[in-house]
């Protein structure tokens, strides 16, 4: 239950309605904006380059570019939220974004692609998880609650949205498919954040005290990075979604090398969904008792026991499903983990840059690892991609537990 200071029962009731109705209005936008500008890349690049002729080296080249621009673009919008609130960044970015979706079901030429992806990085940057986490975190009492709320529906977004594009490239064509799927972000992604984000804040009230406690003092962004907890956070973040992108890039042609049926492939992949799901619905269920240090340290533990299965299993269809549920249930927890670790770490102040630099590295790893992984397989075969994931998730929870367990007293000075 929230509690709202100073108001009697109606008002407060009220309040808390308003509250619930902007996570989940938002959740909504989240899948959407999900669905349609990240997952949709992976069903509408195969036609295209069936019908262009382009290499997947090429596609996969202005993917990368976005998600680079995505991870340096996220800390100036960080820093726009901190100060004015999310309302611009996530309205612009779904209108550019729908619009973009368009703009791409025109291109002909690779340049003409990269452009656009470029583009696309940005509004990515102002429209997913972080700039939605900000807005909850500085608008819902029971922020923690919000944000998981908010990642579970947003968590559905390859589950509706890659058989619905699927549909669509099947129905018409990709160049077709792509202006659904921008009609669908620019009218009712950007209406989404239109009607709801006015009048949010861009800071809560621990934010708005430990601004002031610190005035004349160092930037937010500068008092955590001389923190070893910050560049901890960091380093886990990096490692964490390297081994997740060359995971998914790479699980389906690894398991192929295996010799393992077809069918047994899909079924392992269609496991892994459900069980990000799963893994919040544990985390809904401990409600106000979630402790972000304390989950991720489990999460960003199971990776490698998940990733060590792979190493040492074949074509042995259980162990695979175990996998699975674990790869899966490692994914659910650690999204809720990055919009609830910065304030039990670092402090309140600077949230939304705080989170917004932590994204760098982030999505940095999102970018570089699918062409890692495919030059170390050229080099050793997928058994050494395996060594080098486990090796490089290791460093990841080792990173991420010498920061967690160290004592939060100084992000206490901040509150």
């Not at 669905?35 to 080249?61: C, H, Q, R, S």
């Not at 025109?106 to 939605?132: C, H, I, K, R, S």
């Not at 809904?284 to 026991?305: K, Y």
Request: charged residues 10%; aromatic residues 12%.
């Amino acid at each position: 239950m929230l509690h709202v200071a100073g108001c009697n029962w109606k008002a407060c009731k009220r309040g808390q309605m308003a509250e619930w109705r902007l996570v989940a209005i938002l959740s909504v936008g989240q899948l959407i904006v999900w669905g349609a500008l990240y997952y949709g890349f992976a069903v509408i690049v195969t036609p295209m380059e069936a019908d262009l002729g382009w290499a997947k080296t090429e596609t996969n080249g202005a993917l990368t570019l976005g998600l680079l621009v995505a991870g340096v673009s996220a800390v100036p919008v960080g820093q726009w939220i901190d100060r004015h609130g999310a309302f611009w960044p996530m309205t612009l970015g779904s209108v550019f974004g729908g619009a973009l979706l368009v703009v791409w079901s025109f291109v002909d030429t690779p340049w003409q692609f990269y452009v656009v992806w470029a583009l696309l990085g940005v509004t990515l940057a102002a429209t997913l998880y972080e700039p939605a986490f900000a807005v909850i975190k500085a608008n819902v009492g029971d922020w923690k609650r919000g944000i998981l709320y908010l990642t579970f529906v947003g968590g559905l977004a390859s589950t509706v949205f890659i058989p619905f594009a699927q549909w669509l490239v099947e129905l018409w064509d990709w160049r077709i498919s792509l202006r659904v799927l921008g009609a669908i972000v620019l009218v009712a992604g950007g209406g989404i954040h239109l009607a709801v984000l006015p009048g949010t804040l861009a800071r809560g009230e621990a934010a708005r005290a430990a601004d002031a406690a610190t005035a004349g003092g160092p930037s937010a962004l500068r008092s955590a990075m001389a923190r070893p907890a910050f560049w901890g956070i960091a380093i886990a973040y990096f490692g964490y979604n390297f081994t997740g992108a060359a995971v998914v890039f790479h699980l389906i042609p690894l398991l192929n090398e295996r010799l393992v049926e077809s069918a047994v492939i899909v079924a392992v992949w269609a496991t892994i969904g459900p069980m990000q799901v799963a893994g919040r619905v544990v985390l809904m269920m401990l409600g106000h008792r979630i402790d972000a240090r304390a989950t991720g340290r489990v999460a960003i533990a199971i990776l490698p026991a998940s990733i060590l299965l792979l190493i040492h299993v074949d074509a042995i269809a259980p162990l695979l499903f175990v996998f699975a549920v674990l790869y899966g249930a490692s994914n659910g927890m650690m999204t809720i983990v990055r919009g609830t670790i910065v304030p039990e770490l670092m402090g309140h102040r600077g949230y939304a840059t705080i989170n917004g630099a932590l994204a760098f590295p982030a999505n940095t790893a999102r970018a570089v690892a699918p062409v890692s992984a495919a030059a170390i397989w050229g080099w050793g075969g997928y058994a050494a991609v395996l060594w080098v994931l486990l090796w490089v998730c290791s460093l990841a929870t080792i990173a991420f537990w010498m920061a967690s367990i160290r004592s939060h007293s100084a992000a206490k000075a901040d509150e």
